[in-house]
Nanobody
């Protein structure tokens, strides 16, 4: 069984930065896909970034501002978010699946079967 726990959310002003972390326990390997999603009330979860040991993917809305990384030795995944905008305000979730990150497929929340509880990010203008 895979257990994911996010941390690092908070409130910042536009232009600021936050760093989210996800601690993984269970059988997720570096070749498996892990991702960050976000969700606002009344909307579907939106894929933000995903990474396995050979590929890294970003949603167009965060390219150049967000950086996803993984440390297999520490069983952690991070999302460095710079130049934050009010539209980045959302609950952010860590996700994992026991297969690689297929281009395009990772954007769909149904691709993942393991989820954390979420951490709130609020960006004020």
């Amino acid at each position: 069984q895979v257990h994911l726990v996010e941390s690092g959310g908070g409130s910042v002003q536009a232009g600021g930065s936050l760093r989210l972390s996800c601690v993984v326990s269970g059988y997720i390997f570096s070749s498996d896909c892990m991702a960050w999603f976000r969700q606002t009330p009344g909307k579907k979860r939106e894929g933000v970034a995903a990474k396995d040991d050979s590929t890294t993917h970003y949603a167009d809305s965060v390219k150049g501002r967000f950086t996803i990384s993984r440390d297999s030795a520490k069983n952690t995944m991070t999302l460095q978010m710079n130049n934050l905008e009010p539209d980045d305000t959302a609950m952010y979730y860590c996700a994992a699946v026991r297969t690689n990150c297929m281009d395009g497929y990772w954007l769909n929340e149904l691709y993942f079967d393991n989820w954390g509880q979420g951490t709130q990010v609020t960006v004020s203008s």
